[in-house]
C-alpha cells in the first residue's frame, strides 16, 4: 500500500474567491459547485500544472504566518509579478541570491507565496 498526495487544503474566509483567485492565478478553472463552504481547483492531467486545491470555510482569519507555501515559476518574472498583482495579490518582497531571483506575494486572503524566476 502507498501514500500519494490527494491535493493541498486552504483555509479561507471566502473559498470560492480564494478558488477565483488562485484559479486564474494558474490559468485553471474552478469546479462546478464552489459554495460559500467549499471550492476546488481540479488536478490537471499536466502535472507540471499542480495537484488538486481545496478551499474551506473557517470562522477564524490568518493569524500568523504560513508553515507551508506554494512556490509559482515563471520565465518571465516581472511580467508574471504584474500580472498576480493585478489579479489581488500584493507582492511583500523581492530577493536574489546565489543566481535565484524571487519574488514573495500574499493572495488575497494573506496567504504567502513565492513566484520564482525559472
Given at each position: 500500500?502507498?501514500?500519494?498526495?490527494l491535493?493541498?487544503?486552504?483555509?479561507?474566509?471566502?473559498?470560492?474567491?480564494?478558488?477565483q483567485?488562485?484559479?486564474?492565478?494558474?490559468?485553471?478553472?474552478?469546479?462546478?459547485?464552489?459554495?460559500?463552504?467549499f471550492?476546488?481547483i481540479?488536478?490537471?492531467?499536466?502535472?507540471?500544472?499542480?495537484?488538486?486545491?481545496?478551499?474551506?470555510?473557517?470562522?477564524?482569519?490568518?493569524?500568523?504566518?504560513?508553515?507551508?507555501?506554494?512556490?509559482?515559476?515563471?520565465?518571465?518574472?516581472?511580467a508574471?509579478?504584474?500580472?498576480?498583482?493585478?489579479?489581488?495579490?500584493?507582492?511583500?518582497?523581492?530577493?536574489?541570491?546565489?543566481?535565484?531571483?524571487w519574488?514573495?506575494?500574499?493572495?488575497p486572503?494573506?496567504n504567502?507565496?513565492?513566484?520564482?524566476?525559472?
Open positions: 500500500m502507498s501514500t500519494q498526495l491535493g493541498i487544503s486552504f483555509d479561507a474566509h471566502n473559498p470560492s474567491e480564494l478558488a483567485f488562485w484559479a486564474q492565478a494558474l490559468r485553471r478553472n474552478v469546479s462546478d459547485g464552489a459554495t460559500e463552504q471550492a476546488a481540479p488536478a490537471d492531467g499536466d502535472p507540471a500544472r499542480g495537484p488538486l486545491l481545496m478551499f474551506h470555510r473557517v470562522p477564524e482569519g490568518k493569524t500568523v504566518k504560513n508553515r507551508v507555501h506554494l512556490d509559482l515559476k515563471a520565465v518571465d518574472i516581472e508574471e509579478a504584474d500580472r498576480l498583482t493585478q489579479l489581488g495579490a500584493q507582492q511583500v518582497r523581492a530577493l536574489s541570491e546565489n543566481n535565484n531571483q519574488i514573495s506575494f500574499t493572495d486572503e494573506g504567502e507565496f513565492d513566484l520564482v524566476a525559472g
